[in-house]
């Protein structure tokens, strides 16, 4: 059984910083593609940043980069979101996906706001200003 389960979400002040984590597993993990996505109340999901395990290849969209930084670790099955300088714009439920995509495709499916094939349940994350 597919399950990717996050957790780091939280309460925090514009400025702030949080780390998420998505453990995985039920699926080859090093083969896969794991993105983050996020929706906020009445906006459409939007894709915030994936790695690909197999390779090691990044994305962020434009809005959170530099901000932002996506990590894996192989050994723990698990990617985690480390996220600094946050604005209340960043408010929003956070979700994991995984996607067995190779790395360029599954890079293009998150920039056209596309869907991977497993999710997790999602946490909140709500910046004050």
């Known amino acids: 059984e597919v399950q990717l389960v996050e957790s780091g979400g939280g309460l925090v002040q514009a400025g702030g910083s949080l780390r998420l984590s998505c453990a995985a597993s039920g699926f080859p993990f090093d083969d896969y593609a794991i993105g983050w996505f996020r929706q906020a109340p009445g906006k459409e999901r939007e894709g915030v940043s994936s790695i690909s395990n197999n390779d090691g290849s990044t994305y962020y969209a434009d809005s959170v980069k530099g901000r932002f930084t996506i990590s894996s670790d192989n050994a723990k099955n698990t990617v985690y979101l480390q996220m600094n300088s946050l604005k209340p714009e960043d408010t929003a439920v956070y979700y994991c996906?995984?996607?067995?995509?190779?790395?360029?495709?599954?890079?293009?499916?998150?920039?056209?706001?596309?869907?991977?094939?497993?999710w997790g349940q999602g946490t909140q994350v709500t910046v004050s200003s």
């Open positions: 996906a995984a996607d067995p995509s190779p790395p360029d495709l599954a890079i293009a499916t998150m920039k056209v706001g596309g869907k991977y094939d497993y």
